[in-house]
């Protein structure tokens, strides 16, 4: 089998805390990377999800922005609720 080099570019503190990782399971760089190529491949893609975190989309930012300004300048009020409410609401 022919075997090929692969040069990638990763941050110094970030390769090192998963090599510490590899090193944890037993692997090498070398053989983790051929593990994920390989998972690529029987996957037919990343072998896991790739998505965004919804929190932090301009919707939502744009909204949280909205609530701290009103809270800020008073156009809505923190619910504050005893400890009995709350215990009322739960029973209900």
Do not use: W
Not at 27 to 46: E, H
Not at 47 to 70: G, T, W
Not at 76 to 92: C, D, F, G, I, R
């Amino acid at each position: 089998m022919k075997m090929a080099n692969v040069n990638v570019r990763v941050d110094d503190s970030l390769k090192q805390e998963a090599e510490h990782i590899f090193a944890e399971l037993g692997l090498s760089m070398s053989a983790a990377t051929n593990i994920f190529y390989k998972q690529v491949v029987r996957c037919g893609g990343i072998p896991f999800d790739l998505r965004i975190d919804p929190f932090y989309s301009a919707e939502n930012q744009a909204h949280l922005q909205k609530v701290i300004h009103d809270y800020e300048t008073e156009k809505s009020k923190p619910v504050v609720k005893t400890m009995k409410e709350l215990e009322n609401m739960a029973n209900e």
